[in-house]
């Protein structure tokens, strides 16, 4: 079966963001990669993928349509996330939807009720159920289609989700699952379909962390929060509150109590210090070594 893929909007595009200024695509985009990239293990599926993977160009609808038609999709998904409010403030509008087109043709309802019922399942979001408008991205006549408004980026307990690498594991999964599902596919080499632990997996083996650019001073600056907070997935504003959801975030993986407070001396920094070798005091000097271990290994976006 033949399927395209559509990231809506680009960076370029103006609004469309969340409140901190991430780009409603940036967001959307590591999960459709991450179904192109499981959905390519499985046997007898071609794909394309039609907005543009760098980001810079927001393709006019009429070459995007064209396109979809060129590649005589029998899919076509399109990825969004959802706004609410005037998108420069947090607000509490929430959860997944998935659009079909009015004509409400059963595959695709039956693939739209898939994603959406998955989406929910795994990221515990609010399902606001399939709903049906002429969007033209859900109007091919020959493909079934379907929009994912995968939760609201204007909501900060979505996005924290959505943002995080364990968010878009789950929610590729998901998506890959209602498509293997509804489809029957096969995955190559394999005789059973049904593992989702085995989507997830795979999935994960093909996620990457964002690589910092910092300057290895050793000081816990804007900069390095900012980038900490990319790399956990959390709201990026290069600030730690009291408490912090991304030192919350560093205390869950390092497995000390998560209050999100850096307390002196504190056990995350003590857990930190031990894990990048550095001597163990509990305390962040300034400058400080685990620090600059952190600023170096941030710059290879893996910790
Ligand atoms: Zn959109």
Redesign the pocket.
């Known amino acids: 079966m033949r399927i395209t893929h559509r990231v809506?909007?680009a960076l370029t595009t103006r609004g469309?963001q969340s409140p901190d200024g991430v780009k409603?695509w940036a967001q959307a985009e590591p999960i459709a990669k991450l179904v192109i990239a499981e959905l390519n293990n499985y046997e007898g599926v071609a794909q394309k993928r039609v907005d543009d993977p760098t980001g810079k160009v927001d393709k006019s609808l009429k070459t995007l349509i064209a396109e979809v038609n060129d590649f005589k999709a029998d899919v076509h998904i399109d990825y969004?996330?959802n706004a609410h409010g005037d998108g420069t403030t947090w607000t509490s509008g929430h959860g997944t939807e998935v659009f079909v087109n009015t004509r409400k043709p059963k595959e695709a309802v039956e693939l739209a009720t898939k994603v959406l019922n998955n989406i929910v399942s795994v990221t515990g979001f609010r399902n606001r159920g399939v709903k049906y408008y002429n969007w033209d991205m859900v109007n091919f006549p020959k493909a079934t289609n379907i929009l994912v408004?995968i939760c609201f980026m204007t909501n900060k307990d979505d996005v924290s989700i959505v943002r995080s690498t364990d968010g878009q594991i789950k929610i590729a999964a998901a998506i890959v699952e209602a498509i293997v599902s509804q489809y029957n596919l096969k995955r190559k080499g394999s005789k059973n379909t049904k593992d989702k632990q085995v989507v997830q997996s795979k999935v994960a083996g093909v996620t990457s962390r964002p690589k910092a650019n910092l300057r290895v001073d050793g000081y816990l600056g804007p900069a390095t929060i900012s980038a900490l907070q990319r790399y956990f997935g959390t709201i990026v504003d290069g600030k730690i509150s009291r408490p912090s959801l991304v030192i919350k975030a560093m205390q869950k993986w390092l497995g000390t109590p998560q209050d999100g407070v850096i307390s002196t001396p504190s056990l995350m920094v003590k857990a930190l210090q031990k894990r990048f070798g550095t001597p163990v005091d509990g305390i962040i000097s300034k400058p400080s070594l685990v620090i600059k271990e952190l600023q170096r290994r941030l710059n290879k976006g893996d910790l």
């Open positions: 809506g909007h469309k409603e969004h996330l408004e």
